[in-house]
């Protein structure tokens, strides 16, 4: 009942968000120029359906790994927030310890995993659902300050991943070569999804990556991975949220120490090493620098 309780909450929250999204679009007056007949109702229900995906089959992830191995777990637990994003993410509470380190390598990726594969699909339809901008539209849009290339700003500023797949996707869209204003909706949820998953992977400890890194290196080497995650949010100005980890660990009956298997002396196995590369390719291609809202 509480998961349920959460989960509309959380549900009724990001409309919220979305629809002063949506608002804020209206108000500079471009989005009446090229959609002038648009649902604002709707269009609150696409930025819900886009982000609720990503954060929803992200817990799922972990969920089903919990399941494959016979962990106990519980179902997600949905954070409502205020907006812009109208919520926090959501967890899932572990009940019973991973046996060994190959289980918590997998309970630590599977969930960014997932994650990262739905916001690539959430890109790709970012995409398909643009809207086509004549040349006299597309000059009005920078006028506005709206650009139909709103992923053009890496590094640094945007997810090195949206902008190569809303580059591919573009490119199969647009036979005739004009210029595409992705959904501002799917295209936001899409950029929070990036934004969850590399927070989410940053090898500290018992993030996603710390579970991860945990798994890989043991005890020693997630103390040290612990400190570069530590670095790396700072470095991209995600100073709340690195104060808040921090806290965590000050405060937390463990410490700076990540979730510890059962049999924590058998290594990790080798093919699990070699997906410890494709996390690292994910965290970097979800890396961006955060923006004002997330770094003040």
């Not at 959430?122 to 009005?140: C, D, E, K, R, T």
């Not at 573009?170 to 295209?187: C, K, M, N, Y």
């Not at 991975?225 to 100005?237: D, E, F, K, N, Y």
């Not at 463990?254 to 059962?262: C, N, S």
């Given at each position: 009942?509480?998961?349920?309780?959460?989960?509309?909450?959380?549900?009724?929250?990001?409309?919220?968000?979305?629809?002063?999204?949506?608002?804020?679009q209206?108000?500079?007056?471009?989005?009446?120029?090229?959609?002038?007949?648009?649902?604002?109702?709707?269009?609150?229900?696409?930025f819900?359906?886009?982000?609720?995906?990503?954060?929803?089959?992200?817990?799922?992830?972990?969920?089903?790994?919990?399941?494959?191995?016979?962990?106990?777990?519980?179902?997600?637990?949905?954070?409502?927030?205020?907006?812009?994003?109208?919520?926090?993410?959501?967890?899932?509470?572990?009940?019973?310890?991973?046996?060994?380190?190959?289980?918590?390598?997998?309970?630590?990726?599977?969930?960014?995993?997932?994650?990262?594969?739905?916001?690539?699909?959430?890109?790709?339809?970012?995409?398909?659902?643009?809207?086509?901008?004549?040349?006299?539209?597309?000059?009005?849009?920078?006028?506005?300050?709206?650009?139909?290339?709103?992923?053009?700003?890496?590094?640094?500023?945007?997810?090195?991943?949206?902008?190569?797949?809303?580059?591919?996707?573009?490119?199969?869209?647009?036979?005739?070569?004009?210029?595409i204003?992705?959904?501002?909706?799917?295209?936001?949820?899409?950029?929070i999804?990036?934004l969850?998953?590399f927070?989410?992977?940053?090898?500290?400890?018992?993030?996603?990556?710390?579970?991860?890194?945990?798994?890989?290196?043991?005890?020693?080497?997630?103390r040290?991975?612990?400190?570069?995650?530590?670095?790396?949010?700072?470095?991209?100005?995600?100073?709340?949220?690195?104060?808040?980890?921090?806290?965590?660990?000050?405060?937390?009956?463990?410490?700076?120490?990540?979730?510890?298997?059962?049999?924590?002396?058998?290594?990790?196995?080798?093919?699990?090493?070699?997906?410890?590369?494709?996390?690292?390719?994910?965290?970097?291609?979800?890396?961006?620098?955060?923006?004002?809202?997330?770094?003040?």
């Amino acid at each position: 009942m509480i998961n349920l309780v959460l989960f509309l909450a959380t549900i009724l929250t990001v409309f919220v968000a979305g629809y002063l999204l949506w608002l804020a679009q209206l108000q500079q007056g471009f989005i009446q120029t090229v959609v002038p007949n648009s649902n604002i109702y709707l269009e609150a229900i696409a930025f819900v359906a886009g982000l609720v995906a990503i954060i929803g089959l992200h817990e799922f992830g972990h969920k089903a790994a919990a399941r494959h191995h016979k962990m106990d777990a519980t179902l997600p637990y949905f954070v409502p927030g205020p907006p812009p994003i109208g919520t926090f993410g959501a967890v899932i509470s572990l009940r019973s310890p991973p046996a060994n380190r190959d289980q918590l390598f997998d309970l630590g990726l599977s969930g960014p995993l997932v994650g990262f594969v739905v916001t690539i699909v959430v890109i790709i339809l970012s995409v398909v659902f643009g809207i086509y901008l004549s040349p006299a539209q597309f000059q009005q849009a920078q006028q506005y300050g709206t650009s139909s290339t709103d992923w053009s700003a890496w590094p640094f500023q945007q997810p090195a991943i949206a902008i190569i797949v809303s580059g591919l996707a573009t490119t199969l869209r647009s036979e005739t070569g004009g210029a595409i204003l992705f959904d501002p909706q799917l295209s936001f949820a899409a950029q929070i999804g990036a934004l969850l998953t590399f927070l989410n992977l940053v090898p500290m400890w018992q993030l996603d990556g710390g579970h991860i890194s945990r798994s890989v290196f043991g005890e020693g080497g997630h103390r040290t991975s612990t400190v570069i995650g530590l670095l790396i949010l700072i470095a991209a100005r995600y100073y709340p949220f690195a104060f808040l980890v921090l806290a965590f660990m000050l405060f937390s009956r463990r410490g700076f120490a990540g979730v510890e298997p059962l049999d924590d002396v058998s290594p990790v196995s080798n093919s699990r090493k070699l997906l410890y590369f494709l996390g690292l390719v994910m965290l970097l291609l979800t890396f961006a620098v955060a923006p004002p809202f997330l770094s003040g």
